[in-house]
């Protein structure tokens, strides 16, 4: 089964300008979130998705949103780059149950390295 | 809120040396606790995971059992190899909440 994929793998912007990333998660997986990993902060909890909704946020400026679409892929848009958004954003899938909650083990992709010069 | 402290990095080791990285928790509830790995250039792999108390996760020759009483999740590895350099990760999850992460413990084994 293959696993999550994000696009790009690297990108180069400059501040002011916005960025959309992209993640599929593994077949099967409805819930999709993303994180935020700098050397100085670690990794940080941006937001979660499934069933095209938001279920959690994380502490972050409003110029960072998401959005899933209908076949679980996710994608998370950055508006107005600062040069402390550079960072490899993460994005990890993992399934949901009948009742409605998602399974606790998330499965990471290879990340988005974003540097913002 | 819950938080994760593991032990500061980096950690040197030579080959065929023994290996613990100490993870200490506060949570609300019962926690599921996880390692993650992450090699150079690369997203998060998970390592190993437990969901109650006393239950210990194995994977790969790395080993970390849930204490409840003393809040831990030490991995440990019996004989590292240089392939075993990365940064380790310990995590953690409460019912249906974002993973909450430790720093990072990154080790590096010389041959």
């Known amino acids: 089964k293959a696993g999550v994929t994000q696009t790009p793998r690297y990108l180069i912007k400059t501040r002011g300008q916005q960025v959309t990333l992209s993640c599929s998660p593994i077949?099967?997986?409805?819930?999709v979130s993303w994180y935020q990993q700098t050397p100085g902060q670690g990794l940080q909890f941006l937001f979660e998705?499934?069933?095209?909704?938001?279920?959690n946020k994380g502490n972050f400026p409003g110029r960072f949103s998401g959005r899933q679409f209908s076949n679980s892929r996710s994608e998370m848009n950055v508006s107005t780059l600062e040069l402390g958004d550079s960072a490899l954003y993460l994005c990890?899938?993992?399934?949901?149950?009948?009742?409605?909650?998602?399974?606790?083990?998330?499965?990471f992709g290879p990340g988005t390295r974003l540097t913002v010069l | 809120g819950d938080s994760v402290t593991q032990m500061e990095g980096p950690v040197t080791l030579s080959e065929e040396a023994f290996l613990t990285i100490n993870c200490t928790y506060t949570?609300?509830?019962?926690?599921?606790l996880f390692w993650y790995v992450q090699y150079p250039g690369e997203g998060l792999q998970l390592l190993l995971k437990?969901?109650?108390?006393?239950d210990k996760g194995s994977n790969k020759g790395f080993e970390a059992t849930y204490r409840k009483e003393t809040t831990s999740f030490h991995l440990e590895k019996g004989s590292v190899q240089v392939s075993d350099s990365a940064v380790y990760f310990c995590?953690?999850?409460?019912?249906?909440?974002?993973?909450?992460f430790g720093k990072g413990t990154r080790l590096s084994v010389i041959a």
């Open positions: 990890a899938s993992s399934l949901v149950y009948a009742s409605g909650g998602a399974e606790d083990t998330q499965y």
């Open positions: 077949s099967g997986h409805r819930s």
């Open positions: 998705y499934f069933s095209e909704t938001q279920r």
């Open positions: 949570a609300t509830g019962y926690p599921s």
């Open positions: 437990a969901t109650k108390a006393d």
């Open positions: 995590a953690l999850s409460s019912g249906n909440t974002p993973l909450v």
